[in-house]
């Protein structure tokens, strides 16, 4: 892992999560960049493969995480994570636990990562850390919150048009059968979906 490569889209990421008229936090962001390593993942190579623990919590900086989990032999994608996220078999991390699912990347990725230790370090020392992480989850419950109801109250049309219209990133560089897989939809609606709208 390198640790010299240029930080700057790293930092704007975490000034995005913190109070940024406060000069003290600003201050504490260079020693959050400083405690993540590049780790660079080449196509099809997995951040954690399921049922092993999960070694990072990690920032993409370019490149797709895919999250995904096996039913009945079937791969089924749970979450895709873009350029300019985080993301982590977060339960698996913390926890030290075997993760439920696998993380690979669809394309060649550019990580920024952290270990527990100094995650933890970061958490427990940190003030800009505590609150960038603080923020994070508060919106990641909400994302998932919404995701939920919408798998529950929309058709799948609906929800491919609410992604087009919210995450037209994930249509131009995701594969069609992974996004079929994440909204819950089969590869053949999914098509007849996109022929229909398009």
Known sequence: MKTSIDNTAFLEYLRHFINDSDKHLEQQLPEIANRFKVLTLKKNQLLVDENQGCPYFCYVE????????LVEAEEKTTYLALRNSVTSSLNSFLNKIPSRKSIKALVDCQLWVIDLDSFKDLLANNEAFQQFYHNLIER????????RIDLLTLTPEERYKKLLA?????????????????????NRHMSRIRKNIG
Do not use: R
């Open 62 to 69: 370019s490149g797709i995480l895919q999250h995904a989990i």
């Open 140 to 147: 990641q419950i909400m994302l998932i919150d919404d995701y």
């Open 166 to 186: 919210t995450e037209p990133k994930l249509l131009q560089e995701v594969p069609l059968h992974y996004l079929a897989s994440f909204l819950g939809i089969s």
